[in-house]
């Protein structure tokens, strides 16, 4: 079935670099575009960023545009969320997805507190 498991949170300071992973199994993963997505504590999920199946092309959200990256290996069935100068109201629960799609993983929490 169809499974995708986050990691790489944690209590960061606000500021420096984070990389999220997600590992996808159950699909055609390098044909399927994918995304991310947040929910932050008390609040609804909030789209982050999608990329393309090759990579080749990436989109994001206003407040993360500059800052997060996203990227993916297809030989690794992986995705990447590269999270650059850090802020506070970056905290939340990030899950990778399926671009479209509902199923999530249970999340990687990233806490960003000084």
């Known amino acids: 079935q169809v499974q995708f498991v986050e990691s790489g949170g944690g209590l960061v300071q606000p500021g420096g670099f984070l990389r999220l992973s997600c590992l996808a199994s159950?699909?055609?993963?390098?044909?399927?575009?994918m995304t991310w997505i947040r929910q932050p504590p008390g609040k609804g999920l909030e789209w982050v960023a999608d990329i393309c199946s090759d990579g080749s092309m990436t989109w994001s959200t206003d407040p993360v545009k500059g800052r997060f990256t996203m990227s993916r290996d297809n030989a690794k069935s992986t995705v990447y969320l590269q999270m650059n100068n850090r802020k506070p109201e970056d905290t939340a629960v990030y899950y990778c997805?399926?671009?479209?799609?509902?199923?999530r993983g249970k999340g990687t929490l990233v806490t960003v507190s000084s």
């Open positions: 997805t399926k671009k479209g799609g509902s199923q």
């Open positions: 159950g699909f055609t993963f390098n044909s399927s575009d």
